[in-house]
């Protein structure tokens, strides 16, 4: 038992098939035996100057040529397993995707390859590293381990890639915040964390400015290098966790 993943290709007119290419396949864990098949959200393809650019959010990373589907050159990555706090629990980032979801869920959210000059940035959604390729041959110029990446939203008109920092499906507090990063060394340039204003008092929570915890969907990015995004924090319940009834939703400009 495998699940299977590859590049097809389609005539536009008729809808023929031009030419497919299985790229890898995935074998089951422990947590994946009993179902009749292991859940891939494919990245869309990347297509440039005749070449193909796939992230198949399955251990590999591709570049085939458009007309023929030849495969120019295949990188491999390791994929992330999230370590449970219950029982010693190993969970693949592919059986998380619907096993535990409420607690880990994919690191980063489903988005094609980006380029950018001679690089190709990919941020598979079952790894914790955001990844920087020679658009040429595949060969890793740098790599960020970054666990809390949600979304790589793109890249400024000046260069800087712009990452936006949460926890999917959790809420922990501090953990929200706008990133922007040299795409040349994948040094981080700059952050912003989200704040908001809070009366709450209780069980060691004081009131005053606190940090928000999650950025709610995908930021917009404007072609005026403005950044668009929400964010939610939940103040502590009558039981000291965080989590309460009256969450704090914000909407941010930057």
């Not at 941020?123 to 970054?146: E, I, Q, Y």
């Amino acid at each position: 038992l495998y699940t299977a993943v590859g590049v097809s290709a389609f005539a536009k007119e008729t809808g023929d098939l031009r030419w497919r290419v299985p790229l890898c396949q995935l074998s089951p864990t422990a947590t994946t035996q009993t179902r009749s098949g292991i859940r891939v959200l494919s990245a869309t393809p990347l297509v440039q100057e005749g070449v193909v650019y796939c992230a198949t959010n399955a251990g590999v990373v591709a570049a085939l040529d458009e007309a023929s589907g030849n495969v120019r050159w295949l990188m491999r990555y390791p994929h992330a397993f999230f370590h449970g706090d219950r029982g010693g629990w190993q969970i693949d980032a592919h059986d998380d995707l619907s096993f535990f979801q409420h607690q880990y869920g994919p690191h980063f959210n489903n988005r094609p390859p980006l380029l950018s000059g001679d690089l190709l940035i990919v941020t598979p959604a079952d790894s914790d590293h955001m990844l920087c390729l020679d658009r040429r041959t595949g060969m890793v110029k740098w790599s960020n381990f970054m666990p809390n990446a949600l979304h790589l939203v793109g890249q400024l008109s000046t260069g800087e890639l712009v990452v936006a920092q949460s926890i999917p499906h959790t809420a922990s507090f501090g953990e929200a915040r706008i990133e922007l990063y040299d795409p040349q060394t994948g040094k981080k340039l700059w952050e912003f964390m989200p704040t908001y204003t809070s009366s709450w008092a209780f069980m060691g929570h004081q009131p005053g400015e606190k940090k928000t915890e999650r950025v709610l969907g995908c930021p917009v990015l404007a072609r005026d290098d403005k950044l668009y995004f929400c964010t939610i924090a939940a103040p502590p319940d009558s039981s000291g966790y965080n989590g309460g009834e009256n969450p704090v939703y914000a909407e941010w400009c930057l």
